[in-house]
Every structure is written in structure tokens, then in C-alpha cells.
């Protein structure tokens, strides 16, 4: 039986590499709904909203029917298996999912608010394309991202209904804060849950409180400070 | 002010810190045992303190390891249709147990009734001590009754049904309190809205009120005894020795003693 610290420990890493799988693509479809012009933008913009929109649960059950021994990505589909069902890997699908619309949402924010001026001044010096998103835009939107991810990760820490359905709520192995709340809570043992309660409202506040300090930092524009 | 490169090598660094305790956490965590030794339990979340401690037990006493996942009866049928990963399943509700059943994935000659549970009605204990005498559904004064959702959830079906059983004049006591009925989604939330309210009763488990004791006053107790959770082997279950012995173990006296303290009752003529 895992203890309290070991479960925290787990469940912050778990959102950690979620946010870490989501930030790469996700920086690309913010950037380009934030930037680009192209047939189906606003299906692609739909597309990454609707796990925002739908019950964990059903994402869930989409998930679970995916990876399942016969569904597209199951050992009998494809010929092996990924080992992702029941595992740490479906915590870190499941939370992935779960937190994407959230970091582009944001990120594409981050992305607008960046001068498309500043951009093509730097196109007209002569920077390519590559270039001017890493040296300009990048560099100018880097606190809304920080943020985006900030959001991204809290979103990840608190996911329990898609989670519970791929991964299940197996103690020591993808058992996560959200999860484990939920077992203590219905098992009756009311003094665990609240020890749990107070730990997710502690992680859950400093999470927020973050994002609200750097989100405050860049509308009063003291972005080149730190 | 720090530079950037120095900021960045910190978080490095924490990353790799991170991993390595990881990694450590997971070398401690679980000594890696063979398939056959290791026992997946699938059960209802209402179930998980009482099936851990008889795992507990189970394990201290032959050597092998139990794995649990807690969840709704609902995820954990569909997760073991899905996939089979797990070795024994007990059901809060036996339309579920059916659904795994139908798919083919539980040894059907293991399926039965192993635990039961009764109904009870309870309010906030109040402070100035409790209220002597027979209860009585008919003379009911209070503003709301919190019970499980009729329609949908077991809890709330078995209410219903005890209710409709007491005689008030020409009506029921169902019909008595329909009007001042706050449905919820399961025993434990019917149980947290009873408490929060100073002027209701609520229709619970007696585990429901054994793990609320200390806040709760009993008032009325129903005669007949519901709820019974199905247990069964799956498949790949049935073919491990370890599943078998387990499942054995779970109806034995001393597992039946661990789930009374835990306000259940086993059922007996097994």
C-alpha cells in the first residue's frame, strides 16, 4: 500500500509528462489557429476543444474502447501489445487528453497577444520563417505559454474521470491523488479523504496561484523583468 | 539576475532528481513477483477499505501478492470486457456481473452472492441527545429525505421499495415523503447531504452509517437484507491457483469477520 507521499509524488510526475507529451503539439495548433488561415480551422479549433466539453468519463470510455485487446491500438489489432491499459502510460494518455484543449486554448491567447508587427520586421531583415517563430514570437509569448502549461498541469493533477476508466484505480501502480480520494471517500474512511482533500487543495492552490501571479506579470507588461 | 542557461540546468537537474526517486519508489514499491503469484482484484469502490484489509490478511498469510482497482462496478465491468487484466470481481450490483457474464469473461460457475448489506435510516446526531421510542415513517416531521436516486441507483431503488412496504392509513410511506425527496448518485453523497442538512433523514447502508457512527444517529433499520454484491473468477482467474485460493478465502469466517466490522453481512448458505 503506497503511502500519501508516494501517491502526491507519483501523481505530480504523471501530470509532469502529461503536460510534457501535450506542449509540443500543442504549441504547433496554437500557433497555427492563432497565426495561420486554413480550410477546416475551425473544425481543427472544435476538434481540440471537445474533451473540454464532454464527461471524463465518456473520453474515458472512448480511450479504454481504443486501447482495448480489440479495439484500433489493441494487441490484437496491431499485433503486440503497448503495455499502455492499466498502466502509468494510460494515467499519462488519459491526463494528456484531458489537459490539451485547455493548453491550446491558452497558448493560442499567448500567441495572439504577440505583435504580428514585430514578426514581419523581422521577416523584411531577412529571418525565415523557423526563425523568426523561435527568436520572436516564441521568445514574446513565453509567459502566456508558461502559464498555458501551468494551466495544462493543474488540469492533469485534478483528472479523474477519464483516468479512472484507462488506467483504473490500482493503489502503487496508477492510482493518482484524484483517485485515491474517490476510494477513500467511498470506502468510508473519512479521515483519509480529507488528509487527501487538504493535500489536493494545497497542490491545487499553488498551481493557480502561479498561473495568476505570471498571467498579472504580463498584462502589466513587466515582461522583460524577472 | 539569474541567466536563463543556469535556470534552465536547475530544472534539469530537478528533472533528473525526480526520475531517479522515481525510479526508486518503483524498485521498493513493488518486489516484482510472477504473474501467477500476483492476484488482480477488481472491486466496487464501496468495498475498498474492507477488501484491502482482507488482502492484507490474505497475503500475510500464504505469500502471495493482491493488486486491487477500485472503482464503479459500471467502469470496472466494461474495463475487464475490454481487457482481461483482472482475476476476481466483485460487483456492487449484479446487472454489471451480468453484462461480464453475457461477454463471456467470468467462469459462471463461480458466480454468487458474497456480501449483503442492509438499509437503515439516519439523521445528524444532535446535540442534545437522541430520540427514544419506535420510530415512525407515518408522523414524519422532517423537511427532507435524502435517498439514492429511485430511477437509477440501487441504493435508492431498495428505498423506495422499503417504504412502499409501510402502511400509513390508505397510502404508503413512499407516497408520504415523495414531495420532500433529494435524489442522489450513490449512498456515500446521500450520506454528505443527510449530514449537511440539519432538518433531514436519510436511507443509507448500515456500512454507510458504521463509517459515520460518531456524526450520525440511527433511527429505523430495515428487516430485509439487500444489496448483494456478486463475486466471480474471470476467465484467466479460474486458471491461477493463487485467484482461486483468494476468492476461497474472501466467503471464510475470518474475511466474514473483517467485513462485519466494516457493517456488512456475509451471506450465509453459500
Known amino acids: 500500500m503506497p503511502t500519501i507521499y508516494e501517491t502526491i509524488f507519483s501523481t505530480l510526475l504523471w501530470a509532469a509528462l502529461s503536460i510534457a507529451v501535450v506542449a509540443i503539439p500543442g504549441v504547433g495548433v496554437a500557433y497555427a489557429l492563432a497565426r495561420k488561415e486554413f480550410a477546416g480551422k475551425h473544425v481543427l479549433s472544435t476538434l481540440t476543444t471537445l474533451p473540454l466539453v464532454l464527461p471524463p468519463t465518456a473520453v474515458g470510455y472512448l480511450l479504454l474502447r481504443l486501447f482495448a485487446d480489440n479495439g484500433w491500438l489493441g494487441k490484437e489489432r496491431i499485433g503486440f501489445d503497448l503495455g499502455v491499459l492499466f498502466s502509468w502510460k494510460a494515467v499519462v494518455v488519459a491526463c494528456s487528453v484531458m489537459s490539451f484543449p485547455i493548453f491550446v486554448r491558452a497558448a493560442r491567447v499567448a500567441f495572439e497577444e504577440v505583435n504580428p508587427r514585430l514578426e514581419s520586421v523581422a521577416r523584411t531583415l531577412g529571418a525565415g520563417p523557423w526563425r523568426v517563430f523561435v527568436s520572436v514570437t516564441l521568445p514574446l509569448a513565453t509567459r502566456g505559454l508558461v502559464a498555458a502549461t501551468l494551466l495544462g498541469f493543474a488540469r492533469a493533477l485534478g483528472e479523474f474521470g477519464a483516468t479512472i476508466v484507462l488506467a483504473g484505480n490500482i493503489p502503487g501502480r496508477t492510482q493518482t491523488l484524484s483517485s485515491a480520494l474517490f476510494s477513500a471517500q467511498q470506502g468510508g474512511n473519512d479521515d483519509r479523504a480529507n488528509q487527501l482533500l487538504i493535500v489536493a487543495l494545497l497542490v491545487g492552490f499553488a498551481t493557480v496561484y502561479t498561473t495568476e501571479r505570471l498571467a498579472r506579470k504580463r498584462l502589466n507588461g513587466e515582461g522583460g523583468q524577472s | ?270
Open chain 2, 1 to 270: 539576475m539569474k541567466s536563463a542557461g543556469e535556470s534552465r540546468s536547475k530544472v534539469g537537474a530537478a528533472l533528473v532528481y525526480s526520475v531517479a526517486l522515481y525510479a526508486s519508489f518503483l524498485a521498493t514499491g513493488c518486489q516484482e513477483k510472477p504473474d501467477t503469484e500476483i492476484i488482480r482484484v477488481y472491486a466496487a469502490a464501496s468495498l475498498s477499505d474492507a477488501v484491502r484489509e482482507i488482502g492484507s490478511r490474505f497475503e500475510a498469510d500464504t505469500g502471495y501478492s493482491v493488486e486491487y482497482n477500485f472503482a464503479g462496478s459500471n467502469t470496472l465491468a466494461q474495463q475487464i470486457v475490454s481487457a482481461s487484466r483482472a482475476d476476481v470481481f466483485f460487483s456492487a450490483d449484479s446487472e454489471w456481473m451480468a453484462y461480464v457474464e453475457d461477454r463471456g469473461k467470468i467462469a459462471s460457475e463461480t458466480r454468487q452472492n458474497v456480501i449483503a448489506n442492509r438499509l437503515v435510516a439516519i439523521g445528524r446526531r444532535q446535540p442534545g441527545g437522541s430520540s427514544t421510542g419506535k420510530f415512525d415513517w407515518c408522523a414524519l416531521r422532517n423537511a427532507h429525505v435524502c435517498i439514492g436516486d429511485p430511477e437509477s441507483v440501487p441504493v435508492g431503488k431498495y428505498a423506495k421499495a422499503w417504504l412502499e412496504e409501510i402502511e400509513c392509513g390508505e397510502a404508503s410511506a413512499w407516497a408520504a415523503v415523495s414531495d420532500r425527496l433529494i435524489p442522489s448518485s450513490d449512498a456515500r453523497t446521500t450520506l454528505a447531504q443527510t449530514l449537511s442538512l440539519s432538518d433531514a433523514i436519510g436511507i443509507v447502508y448500515y456500512s454507510d452509517y458504521v463509517s459515520a457512527r460518531d456524526e450520525v444517529e440511527l433511527l429505523d433499520e430495515s428487516a430485509v437484507v439487500v444489496a448483494r454484491y456478486e463475486g466471480a473468477l474471470t476467465r484467466t482467474g479460474l486458471e491461477k491457483l493463487a485467484a482461486g485460493k483468494f476468492f476461497v478465502f474472501a466467503q471464510s469466517d475470518v474475511a466474514g469477520d473483517i467485513l462485519r466490522r466494516y457493517g456488512f453481512e456475509t451471506v450465509s448458505g453459500n
